[in-house]
């Protein structure tokens, strides 16, 4: 009887610690994620700032993340970080979705200048703060710290770093 309570015993501690080693599972590339992904994290998307970099970390956010997104007239879509250039520019390509998964904009080389705000609906420098969806927030002493600070009532999760 003994030996069936060790062996049981074993067995248990062997599978939590084979759990333990289980890793997520690995992100898709940008062509890849599909608007049933970006669906599925929907609680996740926020309006906080999202930070880009920082003194201490110039690079949280480089090229290549990804985020996904609604925007303020509810379109689901993403965007990956393609640049940001020395005089502080963002360059993205987005892709935005119908409410049936069908494409509706697929835009690259979107340029957002610093500082200036992004419609992602268009997939523009917006024209107006009554319709973008990010604020490309550059601050800081020396324009160090970067942000994409939300707008209206769009919401954002980095899916990638």
Same mark, same amino acid.
């Given at each position: 009887m003994k @030996?069936?309570? *060790?062996c049981l015993l %074993?067995? %248990?501690l062997f599978s939590v610690w084979s759990c333990k080693k289980d890793s997520p599972p690995p992100k898709k590339l940008f062509e890849n994620i599909t608007y049933a992904d970006i669906q599925a994290i929907g609680p996740e $998307? @926020?309006?906080d700032k999202i930070p880009v970099a920082d003194a201490s970390n110039p690079a949280i956010l480089k090229a290549g993340s990804i985020v996904f997104y609604k925007t303020n007239t509810g379109v689901i879509g993403k965007f990956q970080i393609k640049s940001i250039s020395p005089q502080k520019d963002l360059t993205i390509s987005l892709i935005n *979705? #119908? #409410?049936q998964g069908a494409v509706l904009l697929n835009k690259a080389n979107v340029l957002i200048e610093a500082t200036f705000t992004a419609d $992602?609906? $268009?997939?523009v420098q917006a024209v107006s703060q009554g319709t973008s969806d990010f604020w490309w927030e550059i601050t800081g002493p020396n324009n160090e710290i970067y942000y994409i600070t939300p707008q209206n009532t769009a919401l954002f999760y980095v899916y990638s770093k």
């Amino acid at each position: 009887m003994k @030996k069936i309570v *060790y062996c049981l015993l %074993a067995f %248990a501690l062997f599978s939590v610690w084979s759990c333990k080693k289980d890793s997520p599972p690995p992100k898709k590339l940008f062509e890849n994620i599909t608007y049933a992904d970006i669906q599925a994290i929907g609680p996740e $998307l @926020k309006n906080d700032k999202i930070p880009v970099a920082d003194a201490s970390n110039p690079a949280i956010l480089k090229a290549g993340s990804i985020v996904f997104y609604k925007t303020n007239t509810g379109v689901i879509g993403k965007f990956q970080i393609k640049s940001i250039s020395p005089q502080k520019d963002l360059t993205i390509s987005l892709i935005n *979705y #119908s #409410s049936q998964g069908a494409v509706l904009l697929n835009k690259a080389n979107v340029l957002i200048e610093a500082t200036f705000t992004a419609d $992602l609906d $268009l997939g523009v420098q917006a024209v107006s703060q009554g319709t973008s969806d990010f604020w490309w927030e550059i601050t800081g002493p020396n324009n160090e710290i970067y942000y994409i600070t939300p707008q209206n009532t769009a919401l954002f999760y980095v899916y990638s770093k």
